[in-house]
């Protein structure tokens, strides 16, 4: 972050930051202008994917607004149905646009769609040969938002996040994900108060106000669910790095990815074991 | 967990396991995805909106019984499943079967484990609950026919029951002392306010497939406004 900040031509990451708060290009003037960040995004990626996929999602994907009713909840993703009739909904907060930014959208945009959650849940969806079971969820949190976490890092992959500040917010993004494991524990295992998680967080620089406040709250009614994200991303890219390391010119990012993907959701540990496996039996091939 | 698991093996472990040593690993296959079929039916019947969720329209016109019996009859169908599934020996299985027979284990043990933890009795907070899903229920249902419209308004007509049922639950909680922090339980009654405000019930009633007739329409508006003002925002 530091990098980009010095390439912009600030002496220090504080004063970017300071800058990009009064930056009016990142200001949304309407909440119609966050939707259409979050579907540009996405639209630009869609074709992007068989260079890093040979499994492509079969169903489409949308974007709107989170109701007024619901301001307190933060952007998500809602899974459609597998014949695609009804499509996967990215569900994106809106409220108070004017003290939101859009410099996350781009890695936010491809967490919640693809090729983040809409990609793996609708791909799980649709698998052949598995029981009925392991085409859901099932609730394993860890491979399901660290996927999406690693998903943010695959855009650049992609050659995108051209604006280096839309590069910024990913790595912000990411800087979020590793705080939720300071102040998760803090306040469930060490007794943090509310007001010292707020500190840290305004100080981490990662996130806006309103999602401090919002995500504060969220911590504190939802225990341990905030560090799946960054647990699983650092899993997932742990198997990577070990795939590429043992498979050298055998390795093939299509196929790690489609393996990662065609096992549906499962827990980090049982992931592991099967990527072993996988790998073990490339070697051989 | 291990403790729990142990005594369920312990269990498991005096029916057929010699019966199930000998018999060859296609059979076992066989008796273990009949299981998966039977566990994952059970699963859809138990959670109608999940089933909706799935795209599976049989129990469409259902909301999920979310009563203290409900959820404790459920409780005793997952010991049941795991219970089956542990005497299953998986030798001889192919690393697909034995990763589904792993992952099944593993669901059902922590659905046990938040079972015995109660953790059924803190379903609301200031983030989501059942009153901010029922409120999506518009947007999560499939309206397509006149039949999916009915179905939608069966389930509007079932908001107060299910209601109740929650709120059953959370005295139970009340009780036992697990409940949201205070400043943010404090947030839920805007929340629902907000919800009778917006109104998204009536959502389904604003556009209509081209092949419901006007006749239809006229009948499905009137049916929902009137399920929508009799039960739906009194309940709330």
Not at chain 2, 11 to 19: E, F, G, N, Y
């Amino acid at each position: 972050m530091t990098g980009i900040a010095k390439k912009e031509g600030f002496g220090d990451l504080e004063s970017f930051r300071a800058s990009l708060k009064n930056n009016a290009k990142y200001k949304p003037t309407s909440a119609e202008q966050i939707l259409d960040d979050f579907r540009h995004y996405i639209a630009q990626m869609e074709p992007k994917l068989p260079q890093l996929f040979g499994l492509l999602p079969k169903s489409p994907v949308t974007v709107e607004a989170i109701p007024e009713f619901q301001a307190a909840a933060a952007t998500h993703y809602m899974i459609g149905t597998p014949d695609g009739k009804r499509p996967g909904r990215v569900v994106v907060a809106t409220s108070h646009f004017a003290d939101r930014s859009l410099i996350d959208d781009e890695a936010v945009a491809y967490h919640e769609g693809v090729p983040g959650h809409h990609m793996q849940l609708s791909i799980q969806q649709q698998l052949q040969g598995l029981p009925k079971f392991r085409l859901h969820g099932l609730g394993f949190n860890a491979y399901v938002e660290g996927w999406a976490l690693y998903a943010e890092q695959l855009g650049k992959e992609a050659g995108f996040y051209q604006d280096p500040v839309s590069d910024y917010g990913r790595l912000s993004s990411e800087l979020f994900r590793a705080v939720r494991l300071v102040v998760d524990t803090g306040i469930h295992a060490k007794g943090w108060s509310r007001d010292q998680v707020v500190e840290f967080m305004r100080k981490s620089g990662a996130v806006d106000e309103p999602t401090i406040q919002s995500e504060t709250d969220r911590y504190i009614s939802w225990p341990a669910q905030a560090l799946s994200y960054k647990l699983g991303q650092l899993k997932i890219r742990e198997l990577r790095d070990r795939a590429q390391k043992e498979l050298g010119p055998k390795f093939d990012i299509r196929k790690f990815h489609d393996e990662i993907l065609d096992g549906g959701t499962l827990p980090l540990d049982l992931l592991e074991a099967r990527t072993d496996k996988w790998i073990a039996s490339q070697k051989g091939s | 967990m291990r403790i729990l698991l142990s005594s369920i093996l312990l269990v498991a472990s005096s029916i057929p396991a010699i019966s199930q040593s000998v018999k060859p690993p296609a059979e076992r296959v066989a008796q273990q995805n009949a299981l998966f079929e039977e566990q994952y039916e059970s699963d859809l019947r138990n959670f109608p909106e999940r089933a909706t969720a799935f795209g599976d329209y049989r129990y469409n016109d259902r909301l999920n019984d979310d009563s203290l019996a409900a959820i404790a009859q459920r409780h005793k169908t997952d010991e049941d499943f795991l219970h089956r599934l542990d005497a299953i020996s998986t030798t001889g299985f192919s690393d697909q079967d034995q990763l589904s027979h792993d992952l099944l284990i593993r669901v059902l043990q922590q659905r046990i484990t938040d079972f015995n933890l109660k953790e059924y009795e803190m379903p609301i907070n200031q983030q989501n609950g059942i009153h901010t899903n029922l409120a999506d229920l518009p947007q999560a249902v499939p309206l397509d026919s006149v039949k999916h419209y009915e179905d939608y308004i069966s389930r509007l007509h079932q908001i107060p029951k299910a209601l109740d049922q929650v709120t059953e639950v959370l005295r139970a909680g009340m009780k036992d002392k697990l409940m949201p922090v205070r400043f943010l339980a404090e947030k839920i009654p805007a929340q629902c306010e907000g919800i009778i405000a917006a109104d998204p019930f009536l959502r389904p009633t604003k556009k209509y497939p081209a092949d419901i007739s006007p006749e239809d329409q006229k009948r499905l508006t009137r049916e929902i406004t009137d399920a929508v003002n009799a039960d739906v925002l009194p309940a709330y």
